[in-house]
């Protein structure tokens, strides 16, 4: 599973415990363009998105846009327990500012090639 | 920064019904869509009402009580979806969240006894178009809308959150550490060109006859009498 938190540090978490942190100023360097290409590359994948108010929706990702906004398709809240009411939805447009973490399925994760990324960007090139 | 849902009882021109739109600070109005119904959390629907939209929040205004209406700015719409599942709700809607302002929490409690419904506590809102085939348009002109309100603040806060205040921890660590074993971290210091050599003997000393060795011994010795 990779979470990346859209706020203040992006968080991985790659396999089930391996996770890194990689703050803001490599962010403002040109991560969020690093994500956002990363990110639509996934496109058409199932990923859980889990809100700052600890709601997880989980859904495909239709599209992702330079403000990781997101928008989700087929969603459904994880935890339907605690949210009853809340929506089985067909589209689903989230705001980049709210999104604690992205949950990627394992396999849409190329270690090396964000590695490779993450270090260009830290480089500045 | 999260506004949350605000009661809006002011209308454009006589009270024809229109919002007030900020042109001057670049509002522009991209739609208006009448016959559609608000739901404030789990409240009952309320209708007949007008969906305005603009580039920067979305008004619901009742058609008939010219007094009542509600407004909320596309920062504080957290997020925003086409909901068909009967299951969810009933009707066909476009169903949002809505952040709430966090800070004023206990104000808002104490303050607002009466009845009228604390709007600011309001985390989901539905809209129910008469049509529902207009979903997926109105979904489209809520994307639009929300692409167009980036958090403006964000990137500054952050950069003063992470960079600044890691740095200085880092900083300040070094600080601490060179301030506390200045003779042993700094062989080029010059406490001991000055032939202050004894300072640093003397300190090597101090450590030596720790209290805590001190203690020891004293135990020692009590253990000692106490077998005697």
Known sequence: MVLLSSHASATFVFGFGFRFEINLMFVLLGFVQLFFSYFKDLVGREVTVELKNDLAI???LHSVDQYLNIKLENTRVVDQDKYPHMLSVRNCFIRGSVVRYVQLPPEGVDVELLHDATRREARGG | MATGLRLVTERAGNGVGKPVIDTDNGEELMLVHPGVSIVLGNRPPE???TLYISNKQ????SDTDRAKGYAV???????????????AYPSPCIFTQIETPAVDDELVDSDSESETLN?????????????????????????QCAELNPDPTEEEESVHNWIFSADQLEDEDEEDEDSEWPVFQNPTHPIGANGNHDLAHSVFQLQINDQRFEDAEEM??????GHQ
Request: include cysteine; aromatic fraction near 12%; proline fraction near 7%.
């Open chain 2, 119 to 143: 709007l600011s506590k309001i985390t989901q809102m539905r809209l129910v178009p008469s049509d529902p085939s207009q979903l997926n348009m109105l979904f489209a002109i809520f994307c």
């Open chain 1, 58 to 60: 989980r859904g495909t």
């Open chain 2, 58 to 61: 979305i008004w619901w205004l």
């Open chain 2, 220 to 225: 020692e010795q009590y253990d000692k009498n």
């Open chain 2, 47 to 49: 209708f007949p009402g």
């Open chain 2, 73 to 87: 700015d596309f920062l504080s719409v957290s997020l925003h979806a086409v909901s068909r599942d009967p299951e």
